[in-house]
């Protein structure tokens, strides 16, 4: 799961840097959303949420401008 935090974290910090007012759609699994969440919220990968992600939801995440995380 630590490999998958850093892989994912390296992807979101591109994302983050192309989002310039813009919606961004990334479409994953529901582990990989988990580990993009608690990566947005600033936890680590020894504090991934055991959260359920139903087949098909949407989760949304709004960033801030004050929002970034390297």
Do not use: K
């Not at 992807?11 to 699994?29: D, F, G, K, M």
Request: charged share 20%; net charge negative; aromatic share 4%.
């Amino acid at each position: 799961m630590r490999e998958v935090f850093a892989r994912v974290g390296e992807t979101l910090v591109y994302i983050t840097e192309l989002r310039a007012a813009q919606t961004i759609v990334i479409v994953s699994h529901g582990d990989t959303i988990r580990v993009a969440a608690a990566w947005l919220a600033g936890l680590g990968p020894q504090q991934i949420p055991c959260l359920e992600i139903a087949n098909g939801s949407i989760t949304t995440v709004t960033l801030s401008d004050e929002s970034s995380r390297e």
